[in-house]
């Protein structure tokens, strides 16, 4: 099941626990792709999901929540990247 936001409003915990369940297997594979580092992808999704939930309230509603943390995901990934270079 794709996680969309239950409600039309800011992404409630059981979004994001719902999105977590369903999502966090690709969000890893994607990561893992770029890094081409376990811990470091593992960590670019953790980075995603505690970003995400922070920052939860500036959330687009438009957007499908999985979506977002998709793209949050995969900018951490190629941050820990350009730090790792550094």
Same mark, same amino acid.
């Given at each position: 099941m794709v996680a969309i936001l239950q409600t039309a409003g800011l992404p409630t915990q059981a979004?994001?626990?719902?999105?977590? $369940? $369903?999502r966090s297997d690709r969000w890893f594979a994607a990561c893992l792709?770029?890094?081409?580092?376990r811990d470091m992808a593992e960590d670019a999704v953790q980075d995603a999901l505690l970003s995400g939930w922070n920052k939860?309230?500036?959330f687009d509603?438009?957007?499908?929540?999985?979506?977002g943390i998709h793209r949050i995901a995969v900018n951490a990934a190629l941050q820990l990247l350009a730090v790792e270079k550094d």
């Open positions: 979004d994001f626990h719902e999105a977590i $369940s $369903s792709k770029i890094t081409r580092n939860h309230h500036q509603n438009t957007a499908r929540l999985d979506t």
